[in-house]
């Protein structure tokens, strides 16, 4: 008996972004998917407007004959830097090492999103708009945020899935856990229909916090047998071969 509230990150399958869908293998990938939160007793499904979120969620809520609610700030971070070499946009993680790790500001809440890095774009402004709208979204499940955690009424045990992307994901764990998000956009990878846990823990009454029970957890590809896609993740080692266009590891 699950006693707590359960958040569940997927992000989407393995990604075609030319026609912002999955290749063949994150299809495949969205049905394992299925196979594994089938089994769970799960409330309320939520999802990215994009395609490749949608197209994940898909086979999941045929099984459950249940429709996502969509929200434009589930949909990849749209937050961008100006790349100082080129003069252009770019996503504002994926940061060469040497480029951020030097960087106090980076390590601090409340500091990283002004640095001169981040204050190129408009990173503060799309982060304070999806975390503001992640605080209203909990607040329907009882869940208010009380300076760094939560308070409540009442317990919640219910289990939500939300279907969306890497960058955002990591932005609303930043959030909700406490931890700059560069740190996590730079230090951590979720693979393509990886399920990331949050669980509510309210151990005096009313005083909550999240804590993440499993971050891109892969299990339902591997007793499939089906390879963990490498989409969004760099080679390990300068020089070597790219990864194939079949990704996997």
């Known amino acids: 008996m699950v006693i707590n509230m359960r958040i569940l990150f997927v992000r989407h399958g393995e990604p075609d972004y030319v026609h912002d869908s999955l290749t063949p293998k994150g299809f495949r990938e969205a049905e394992l998917l299925a196979d594994r939160l089938e089994k769970l007793e799960i409330k309320d499904f939520y999802c990215s407007p994009l395609g490749r979120a949608r197209a994940t969620a898909e086979p999941t809520l045929k099984r459950f004959h249940k429709e996502a609610k969509v929200y434009d700030w589930f949909g990849e971070f749209p937050g961008y830097i100006i790349e100082k070499e080129t003069n252009r946009k770019r996503i504002p993680w994926d940061l060469y090492p040497a480029d951020w790790t030097c960087r ?3 390590y ?5 999103y002004k640095d001169p890095i981040m204050t190129t774009g408009d990173v503060e402004k799309v982060y304070t708009y ?10 329907q499940y009882g869940y208010h945020r009380d300076g760094n955690m939560y308070t409540c009424e009442e317990s919640n045990s ?6 969306c992307h890497l960058g955002v994901q990591l932005a609303i764990l ?4 406490g931890i700059p998000t560069p740190l996590l956009w730079q230090g951590f990878y979720v693979a393509p229909t990886s399920v990331t846990t949050l669980i509510s823990e309210e151990r005096i009454k009313g005083k909550v916090y999240f ?3 499993a971050v891109g957890d ?12 490498t989409a969004g993740f760099f080679q390990e080692i300068y020089g070597a071969p790219k990864w194939p266009d079949t990704k996997g590891f």
């Open 218 to 229: 892969t299990s339902h590809l591997y007793v499939a047998q089906e390879p963990v896609s």
């Open 104 to 106: 106090p500001a980076f």
């Open 174 to 177: 930043s959030h909700i856990l």
């Open 211 to 213: 804590r993440c029970q």
């Open 158 to 163: 219910d289990t939500i899935v939300i279907f």
């Open 108 to 112: 601090r809440n409340e500091e990283w």
């Open 130 to 139: 999806v975390t503001e709208n992640m605080d209203l979204f909990l607040e």
